[in-house]
């Protein structure tokens, strides 16, 4: 595929916005009085080691984590609302983890998970489909280069055909951002180039992408904006090409590094 600018489509509105929060998991500050703003439309990359918080992140935008009440009271905002529900927080923001994808790993097709995003669910119970919902799905199915697969059990698939299918599925209701978490986990070289152009494709088709990773190579073209996280806390943020400079990426994972940059893709070596 030929370069893209990086871009994020026209930024709207704040999306998620953090001020000291603090989320403790047993003894540990997994965040740690963290200020963090993501908006509408934006392609961001949350990018740092593995401990750092990243996933108490995620945790904590979908509501499974709460903020701990201390003396400067937190800010916990969700567009411009201190209080949501899930089913709120998914008609805008589609999400993808592995913890979703293990308890996928059941006898659905692959059509059927697709069609799940619409209500939420793991499977489709006594859901009514509507003629609407086929037809987006058939269309996430063709964007996504998955529609010969999508008769297949998902007990079938390899790692990067199954998180595909989990890309549609939180494609399914229309959200303007994609939350992928640690996304490329697992998957081999050809499982990864598929994936990646496929996640390319969203982004190019309008959907804002925040992606959740520690390793450099996963940072599609079209992000614009990185957010570094270490030790709870946002270690840094700014342009991509002011970010992700030996000095930067050396200080975050606390190792010598050269990041070489080709064709809008950064990789670390030098190690």
Not at 138 to 157: D, V
Not at 213 to 226: A, F, G, K, Q, Y
Request: charged share 20%; hydrophobic share 40%.
């Amino acid at each position: 595929m030929s370069q893209v600018p990086a871009c994020s489509p026209v930024r709207g509105p704040p999306l998620v916005e953090f001020e000291n929060v603090t989320v403790i998991r047993g003894n540990v500050h997994a965040l740690n009085s963290l200020s963090l703003t993501l908006y509408e439309g934006e392609n961001v990359v949350i990018l740092g080691p593995n401990g750092a918080g990243k996933s108490t992140l995620v945790k904590a935008i979908t509501r499974e984590y709460y903020p701990v009440i201390s003396e400067k009271p937190a800010i916990f905002r969700f567009r411009g609302a201190d209080v949501w529900d899930v089913f709120a927080l998914r008609s805008h923001i589609g999400i993808v983890s592995n913890d979703l994808q293990y308890t996928f790993t059941r006898p659905l097709t692959g059509h059927e998970v697709i069609l799940s995003g619409f209500f939420s669910s793991i499977g489709l119970f006594n859901h009514e489909i509507t003629p609407a919902m086929e037809e987006r799905a058939a269309e996430i199915e063709s964007l996504l280069g998955i529609g010969k697969l999508a008769g297949r059990s998902m007990n079938t698939f390899s790692s990067g055909e199954a998180r595909r299918f989990l890309i549609g599925r939180a494609l399914a209701p229309g959200p303007k951002t994609l939350l992928l978490d640690e996304p490329a986990n697992s998957l081999d070289l050809s499982s990864l180039y598929t994936f990646r152009q496929a996640l390319r494709k969203v982004a190019q088709s309008g959907t804002g992408i925040v992606l959740v990773t520690h390793n450099l190579h996963d940072i599609i073209p079209e992000i614009s904006r990185v957010v570094m996280i270490r030790d709870g806390r946002v270690f840094g943020e700014g342009e991509k090409n002011v970010m992700l400079t030996d000095e930067k990426i050396g200080r975050l994972f606390s190792v010598p590094v050269h990041v070489q940059e080709k064709n809008g893709w950064y990789y670390a070596t030098g190690y």
